[in-house]
Structures are given as structure tokens and as C-alpha cells.
């Protein structure tokens, strides 16, 4: 009684495997609806209180008494729109700036200094 290979499928191997697929799907769905039912409602950890450092607390209440720094965004419309120099083509009426010259002659001796300064590093 020995069965040998053949040509075409072998429809009854397959309608095995078939059933077999079958029940195990059918075990699944019922020991889902089963865990559906019996689920024991998840029980949670109590929660830790905050452990925070002494070192991160000092540093949060100095950070609390540090005031905020002022915004000046009014305060500097109204300087600038005070600061308008009348413009005429004569320069007579400008006030002259001393300390022009000073900023050119520092600007100068700064010069020199870097110009040495490339010299001997080069």
C-alpha cells in the first residue's frame, strides 16, 4: 500500500492543512472573546513623587527672584524720533562732531599697529 508521487496536486493534503488552518483560527477567536471577558482591569503603579535636588531647587527659587529683563521698544521709538537732526544743504546748522578727529587718529595708530603686526607674522 504505497502511494507514489504523482503527476497533479494532492487535493487531500490540502484540504488537511485547510482544516488545520480553520481550527486554529477558531481557537484564536475564541480565546480572544474568552480574555475579552475575563480581562482584570489594569492596575497601575502609584506614581513617585519628584525627586528634585537641592542643587536644582536652589537653582529654581534663585531663578524665580531674578526680575525679567524691561522691554524698551517704546522707550527707544521716542529717543530715535528725538534724535532727528535737521538736514539742510548748509552744514553751518549741524552740530559739529569733536570727537571725530580723535576716532580718526585712533583709527590710524590701530592701522599701523596691525600692519606690524602682519609683518612679522607672515
Given amino acids: ?26 481557537y484564536a477567536k ?9 480581562a482584570a482591569p489594569v492596575q497601575r503603579l502609584p506614581t513617585k513623587p519628584k525627586f528634585i535636588s537641592v542643587s536644582r531647587q536652589k537653582a529654581l527659587e534663585y531663578a524665580k527672584k531674578i526680575p525679567k529683563p524691561k522691554t524698551f521698544t517704546a522707550r527707544q521709538k521716542e529717543v530715535k524720533e528725538e534724535r532727528v537732526l535737521p538736514q539742510t544743504l548748509n ?17 590710524e595708530t590701530e592701522k599701523q599697529v596691525v600692519a606690524a603686526f602682519r609683518s612679522l607674522h607672515i
Wanted: glycine content about 6%.
Fill in 30 to 38: 475564541q480565546v480572544r472573546e474568552h480574555n475579552i471577558k475575563n
Fill in 91 to 107: 552744514r553751518d546748522s549741524l552740530p559739529k562732531i569733536t570727537s571725530l578727529e580723535t576716532l580718526q587718529n585712533r583709527h
Fill in 1 to 26: 500500500n504505497v502511494k507514489l508521487g504523482g503527476l497533479g496536486p494532492d487535493y487531500e493534503a490540502i484540504k488537511e492543512k485547510k482544516e488545520k488552518l480553520k481550527q486554529q483560527k477558531e
